[in-house]
């Protein structure tokens, strides 16, 4: 629950009706500081204003003199930190592309709601506002360099965490995505948006997916020893595909730890492989031949995404989760996911559903027969350890139907 009196906000609209009728909305929902502007320089006056600055902007898109678009680059350039409603008559699609535009000015985006405004949607949106991180002390980012995180590849820093894959249709555990963090000695779990960009500027990615893989199959064959079969998938960097000796390694990995190469799931980012495909299409495909099973992650985010399924036979499609989560109710979204469904079906391909997020991406799945489902709903990334106590709440939660989550 918010409190209401934290929240200063502004609604700039250019219409005097819709002004009045929101203030009333906000009112009844006992929100007691709201301003109304008509226009996006009044507005921008009471921005720059040390006692007058919202916290919270409801802001109308298609206005006359100055549209939301450029009242959205003006706050920008004020450095503005609050939240912003998107309210418009303009179609989903419009909104959608407005919000992602904000998104990417980085300012955060409650959400949108089109014309004419339901007090019901409005009321779910406000509860969403929380005071701006920037206005509180900030966490510096370490920022590491090459030659600690290739200490951290020589010493055995790298730690495996993992995400189940879970069938859809019956809920049952598949397999398990491979997610590499730093245990570093002194700051602790470190996530790879810390260091895995390092690796690849400075030529030690190849090092760290050996490093990863190596763990990986280890692990996979203690499951295996332990009664629990499951497809374990590791992520591969270009700069190993680009090695011919790569095919060498893993299939002497593979063999040296004795597990079928079947339980053992290369995903390639599809964007990676642009440029000189040669050498990562000999070893891509002849891991195919030795039964390996091939996923092409992200899917739709690159710029030829049809040109990798027509040249490299993949096994598995991973549909990116801006795909994925809500597209139960954004049309753009639903359209963009059941293409990629199709197309995957039509190829013969499993489909894994990454970015499933609650019960609504969950349901959409399951009406759609999307084969495998990866996402926070399902579990986040998790140390190996904890994958047993993890499979007997999720079975739990299974047999209930769900009825006990809290997350829809």
Not at 155 to 172: F, S
């Amino acid at each position: 629950m918010i409190e209401k009196f934290m929240v200063k906000i502004l609604m700039l609209d250019d219409e005097p009706f819709m002004l009045k009728l929101l203030a009333r909305m906000l009112a009844n929902q006992g929100f007691t500081s709201v301003a109304l502007c008509e226009s996006g320089q009044a507005a921008l006056d009471r921005v720059d204003g040390l006692d007058t600055r919202p916290n919270l902007i409801l802001l109308d898109l298609n206005m006359p003199e100055m549209d939301g678009i450029e009242f959205v680059r003006h706050l920008v350039e004020r450095n503005y930190t609050g939240s912003l409603i998107l309210i418009s008559g303009e179609d989903e699609r419009m909104l959608q592309t407005v919000e992602k535009l904000v998104k990417a000015h980085k300012i955060m985006v409650l959400g949108h709601i089109q014309k004419p405004v339901k007090p019901e949607a409005l009321s779910a949106l406000l509860e969403k506002w929380v005071p701006s991180p920037l206005d509180s002390p900030q966490v510096v980012q370490k920022i590491y360099g090459a030659d600690e995180v290739r200490a951290a590849i020589n010493n055995g820093e790298l730690v495996n965490y993992y995400q189940p894959k879970v069938a859809v249709a019956t809920g049952k555990l598949v397999g398990v995505e491979t997610l590499v963090r730093w245990h570093h000695p002194v700051h602790g779990i470190v996530p790879p948006d810390q260091f895995i960009g390092v690796a690849e500027a400075n030529g030690l990615i190849d090092d760290l997916t050996r490093v990863v893989l190596t763990s990986a199959l280890a692990q996979a064959k203690a499951w295996q020893d332990a009664g629990l079969v499951l497809r374990v998938s590791v992520n591969v960097a270009m700069d190993s595909l680009a090695s011919l000796d790569f095919l060498d390694f893993v299939t002497g990995l593979t063999a040296k730890i004795n597990i079928p190469p079947q339980q053992i799931v290369l995903e390639v980012t599809e964007s990676q492989l642009m440029g000189d495909a040669r050498t990562p299409l000999e070893i891509l495909t002849r891991l195919r031949l030795k039964r390996f099973r091939l996923s092409i992650d992200d899917f739709g985010t690159g710029h030829s995404s049809l040109a990798q399924l027509r040249d490299i036979p993949f096994d598995e499609l991973k549909i990116d989760q801006g795909f994925v989560h809500r597209a139960w109710t954004v049309e753009t979204l639903r359209a963009m996911y059941d293409a990629s469904l199709a197309l995957a079906r039509q190829l013969g391909m499993e489909v894994v559903a990454e970015g499933v997020e609650d019960r609504d991406d969950w349901d959409l799945l399951l009406r759609t027969g999307c084969d495998l489902a990866q996402g926070t709903f399902v579990s986040r990334p998790m140390p190996a350890a904890d994958l047993p106590g993890w499979m007997d709440v999720w079975q739990e939660r299974v047999r209930n139907g769900f009825a006990n989550d809290i997350s829809r």
